[in-house]
């Protein structure tokens, strides 16, 4: 039997190669994953989502699974609101600002806004809605490591970077925090194991 196919997406400021203990943890699942590569400031949001599309397009009937790491989480849905006749599969974005991102509204309230590059827009205004008809998990992070919390001066909790409310949104299928840091979340197994049991069957599975 063929394996299922997952996409990964990284955030703001990595490349693929950060995405690999993830990969490999998803492959020891019995997944198929491909680490989608694009250039998160220099290239827009909207061409980003173009090429996705192009890549579910090409892996159609499906299914095929994304899981997607911050700003990579946006991509991926907001490609799945856009794009018709999609091949179907579940979601599950890790530590994303769904609802908009402070630290990113800090930023450029700081003049640092060129730090997100052409993905500020999408940072700091997050998303309309989750796509209708599909399956989407968020696991945030509740361990704050990181330098967003200074710039997003957050009121409950967060990862470092984004707090936990900014990763809700109407109609989600799960949603779990861990006490886990925003990068460490690619890298752990138990966010690893908790995603692979969430493409198999639509839960956790705690």
């Known amino acids: 039997m063929k394996p299922e196919s997952v996409i990964l997406l990284h955030g703001l400021l990595m490349r693929r190669p950060a995405l690999w203990p993830l990969a490999r943890r998803l492959k020891r699942r019995g997944f198929a994953t491909l680490m989608f590569p694009y250039a998160s400031q220099l290239q827009s ?6 090429r996705l599309a192009m890549t579910l ?7 095929v ?3 997607a790491h911050s700003l990579g989480g946006l991509i991926a849905l907001e ?5 018709q006749r999609l091949p179907p599969g579940r979601v599950v974005c890790l530590g994303s600002p769904l609802a908009g991102s ?4 800090g ?11 052409k993905s500020g827009p999408l940072l700091r205004g997050g998303l309309m809605q989750v796509p209708a008809n599909r399956e989407i998990a968020v696991i945030a992070g509740a361990k704050s490591m990181g330098l967003g919390k200074y710039f997003g001066r957050f009121d409950g909790l967060n990862d470092g970077t984004v707090a936990v409310w900014e990763t809700r949104l109407p109609g989600l299928s799960e949603h779990l925090v861990l ?3 925003h990068s460490a979340m690619i890298f752990s197994e138990q966010v690893a194991h908790l995603a692979a049991n969430f493409l198999e069957s639509g839960h956790f599975d705690l």
């Open 65 to 67: 699974h994304i899981v």
């Open 179 to 181: 006490p886990v840091s």
């Open 57 to 63: 397009y090409a892996l159609a009937p499906g299914p």
């Open 45 to 50: 949001p909207a061409r980003a989502m173009e």
């Open 102 to 105: 402070a630290a990113a509204r």
């Open 79 to 83: 490609t799945l609101n856009q794009y």
């Open 107 to 117: 930023l450029a309230g700081h003049n640092l806004g060129w730090l997100a590059g």
